[in-house]
């Protein structure tokens, strides 16, 4: 099939599903068309059916802010008529199934029908999305696209409360290259550039945004330091890191905590990693600590959102109430108090990630764009 993907470029979860999700469809013979604003950091298989539409924005005087959305919409015409797709994936509904619905409806005026698929995320709706700003908007488009996903049941459930929709959404989970984490374990862990062979290693994920609470993460690490020889990798970068980087300095611990920025290797920075730390003030799914799993990794993570459909309590790691530190320090010591018992949470992490597989989520998809694209012209 021919698919155009709309999603933001970026190390986000969202952006970061769409772009495993565009290469995976190439791979397997699709025709695939990233409209974007900048290439997608993850975007590192070149193959001859994937395309990259950039949307380029002109400045104005005038605009105080430049329309993101009018040139998103005008270049996914451009795109679709140009490329005949047939169906389009948009991720995250702020501002892209908006612009997905305008470009259907000038499409529309053309003779030119496209079906509009719209994945949830989980900020455009927990956070951003329900702001009475945006609101209206968001229900709308969420209401005019053709099929919409929820990455998870809680985010199903969330956006049914939050707004009033009118349509089933279908929830299918992030997914995972299970195989690539493989790979890179086989292949040998250079464990020792990073720790001492007694050393434990902690890691964190994200964009460093306050919703992640990476104060929580130091917090959590300096109890466990003190009963377990361990260093802690804090990989991204985002607004929360001067703050997190004072905290380090002020506990008195930089020598153990390492700040590694933006990284496009995770799987490599994973496979150090004994703990994934995700105490989340809310997540969606938390696409990082599925990643995490599949690198060998337990998690220990707060119980919000989506985050128990993902995490199993007791076998891949632990749940804790959000800011209860101290609960998640001792549950982090208690998987690494002994080798056995870090090595069965390891294990059990790598194997429940099977059920979010590349090879399981990928054909749901397909499916969809298939019914899709077959189903009545509206
Ligand atoms: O939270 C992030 O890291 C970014 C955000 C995004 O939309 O880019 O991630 C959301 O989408 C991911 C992929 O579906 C989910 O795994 C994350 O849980 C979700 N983040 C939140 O809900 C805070």
């Known amino acids: 099939m021919k698919i155009g993907i709309v999603c933001y470029p970026t190390f986000g979860g969202s952006g970061v599903v769409a772009t495993e999700l ?38 104005y005087p005038l605009f105080q802010y430049q329309p993101y959305e009018l040139a998103l919409s005008s270049k996914i015409v451009e795109v679709v008529e140009k490329h005949e797709l047939e169906v389009l994936h948009v991720h995250y509904a ?24 719209t994945t949830l995320h989980g900020t455009d709706i927990t956070l951003v999305g329900s702001h009475p700003t945006y609101k209206t908007a968001v229900e709308f488009s969420i209401n005019n696209s053709d099929v919409v996903t929820s990455v998870s049941n809680d985010l199903k459930n969330t956006t049914n409360r939050l707004f009033n929709i009118k349509k089933d ?5 992030n997914f995972i290259d299970v195989e690539k984490y493989d790979k ?16 434990k290693v902690l890691t964190h994920i994200s964009n460093f945004r306050p919703v992640k609470r990476v104060e929580d993460v ?17 990989v991204g970068e985002g607004p929360e890191r001067v703050k997190a980087e004072n905290l380090v300095n002020k506990l008195k611990i930089s020598d153990i905590v390492m700040f590694l920025g933006n ?4 799987a490599k920075i994973l496979c150090y990693s004994d703990i994934f ?74 194997e429940h990630t099977k059920r979010f597989s590349l090879e399981n989520i990928l054909p749901v998809y397909e499916d969809i764009y298939k019914s899709c694209y077959n189903s009545k012209v509206i």
């Not at 466990?224 to 802690?232: D, H, R, T, Y």
């Not at 990284?263 to 995770?266: D, F, L, N, T």
């Open 263 to 266: 990284s496009s290797e995770v």
């Open 169 to 173: 959404i279908q929830v299918i989970y």
């Open 94 to 117: 702020i501002p892209h199934a908006y612009a997905a619905y305008m470009a259907k409806q000038m499409l529309k005026e053309k003779g030119i029908y496209v079906k509009v698929v």
């Open 22 to 59: 565009g290469m995976a469809l190439a791979d397997k013979g699709h025709e695939v068309h990233f409209i974007t604003y900048n290439q997608p950091v993850r975007l590192d298989f070149i193959s001859h059916h994937l395309h990259f539409h950039q949307v380029i924005l002109e400045e």
């Open 184 to 199: 890179v374990h086989q292949k040998k862990c250079n464990r020792i550039a990073i720790a001492e062979p007694h050393e």
């Open 277 to 350: 730390l995700l105490p989340s003030q809310t997540e969606s799914f938390g696409l990082a600590a599925l990643e995490a799993m599949a690198a060998k990794t337990a998690v220990i993570s707060t119980n919000t959102g989506g985050l128990p459909e993902v995490n199993i309590h007791g076998v891949t790691g632990y749940l804790s109430d959000l800011g209860d530190v101290q609960d998640m320090a001792k549950n982090a010591i208690s998987i690494l108090k002994d080798e056995k018992t870090l090595e069965k949470f390891k294990v059990s992490a790598r």
């Open 218 to 234: 130091i917090k959590i690490f300096y109890e466990v330091q003190k009963e377990v020889p361990s260093k802690l990798l804090l």
